[in-house]
Every structure is written in C-alpha cells, then in structure tokens.
Nanobody
Framework: QVQLVESGGGLVQAGGSLRVSCAAS????????MAWFRQAPGKEREFVAA????????PYAESVKGRFTIARDNAKNTVYLQMNSLKPEDTAVYYC?????????????????WGQGTQVTVSS
C-alpha cells in the first residue's frame, strides 16, 4: 500500500511556469524509480519524464525536453516537476507514478503505483 499525492497544479498563462510535486506515503520502500505522465481530454495518458533512484537518469518526452525538469528528494520521498515556458498543449491532468527498483521506465505498464492527478491548465 503506497500512496502518491500530487500537488501544485493550477491555471497559468502561456509562457509561465509551474512546479508540481508528488509525495509518497504509506508502505513506502527505500529504492524506486518515479515518473510523471499526463492525460489531456480525449487522449491517452502519455509519458512526460522519469527519474531513477540516484537522480542521474532523467529521460524526457521530446515535447517537453528543454522546458521541464524532473528532480527528487529521497529524504522527503518526493519528486518534483518544474515546468517552464508552458504552452496550451501542455494542458492536462498530470499523474505521478512509481515502480519498485532503481531503473527508470517510460511506459505506463511498467509502473505499479499512481497518484490521483493534478490539473494543469495553460491559457493562451
């Protein structure tokens, strides 16, 4: 039983920034990879970014590369997604995910735990 809770979503103007957070609680484990996915209305949930336990492996989706930055604080069991230069097409519900083990993955089927999501809306 692992709980992932996202926070920090909201409404921003195009070109603005947001930082969303994901805190893990419950029966947590010492080493696990984490990721962010997002889902827009009528679309499939897609990969955004991931980070391994050590924090040195951070793959990004091409659509967010150079604009988003993922980071983690293992002491706080928290992962962050800093989103800069936001575009209207970034509008979606952002979900935090986790999987046991240190190795990252970029597909939904590889993740075992999911948060409730936090809405990010970018206006033009």
């Amino acid at each position: 039983q692992v709980q992932l809770v996202e926070s920090g979503g909201g409404l921003v103007q195009a070109g603005g920034s947001l930082r969303v957070s994901c805190a893990a609680s419950g029966r947590t484990f010492g080493s696990y990879a984490m990721a962010w996915f997002r889902q827009a209305p009528g679309k499939e949930r897609e990969f955004v970014a991931a980070i391994n336990w050590g924090g040195f492996s951070t793959p990004y989706a091409e659509s967010v590369k150079g604009r988003f930055t993922i980071a983690r604080d293992n002491a706080k069991n928290t992962v962050y997604l800093q989103m800069n230069s936001l575009k209207p097409e970034d509008t979606a519900v952002y979900y935090c995910a986790a999987r046991q083990g240190r190795v990252v993955a970029t597909t939904r089927d590889k993740y075992d735990y999911w948060g409730q999501g936090t809405q990010v809306t970018v206006s033009s």
